[in-house]
């Protein structure tokens, strides 16, 4: 059985409470809003940054605490759900629009470098959070 990420539908970002999903490397929806949102933060919060370290596109941040969390609001207020993926604070990000699926996406390295863009995960279906 294959499984697909299907984004239709209207928003809800009440918690899931599945036991069992199934996760695959598909194809993404949302990076481009990952990516936006990034690129968002990158531009409303330069303190979080030094842009002395790291590379052009992707800078040594700071703050990676807040800049997680201002990466999932900016997802949040662009009218997607987002949350700071719990397994791996704060490096990875899980966004989704309902309970059908998520994508994961981790948009720190090891060493606090944005990632940007953002490397992608993988997709759950249906959403585990």
Excluded at 41 to 51: G, L, N, R
Excluded at 65 to 85: E, H, I
Excluded at 104 to 119: D, K, Q, V
Aim: overall charge negative; some cysteine; proline content about 9%.
């Amino acid at each position: 059985m294959q499984i697909v990420c299907d984004t239709s539908g209207a928003q809800d970002c009440s918690a899931s409470t599945v036991v069992d999903y199934q996760c695959a490397d598909l194809p993404t929806n949302f990076a481009g809003a990952v990516n936006t949102a990034i690129e968002a933060v990158m531009a409303q919060h330069p303190e979080y940054f030094d842009t002395t370290q790291g590379f052009p596109c992707c800078p040594l941040v700071l703050q990676p605490t807040d800049f997680a969390n201002a990466v999932v609001d900016a997802l949040n207020a662009s009218g997607l759900c987002a949350a700071v993926d719990p397994n791996d604070p704060p490096n990875e990000i899980v966004v989704k629009l309902n309970g059908a699926c998520d994508e994961g996406y981790s948009i720190l390295t090891s060493g606090n470098i944005a990632r940007h863009p953002p490397h992608y995960g993988g997709s759950c279906v249906p959403a585990w959070y």
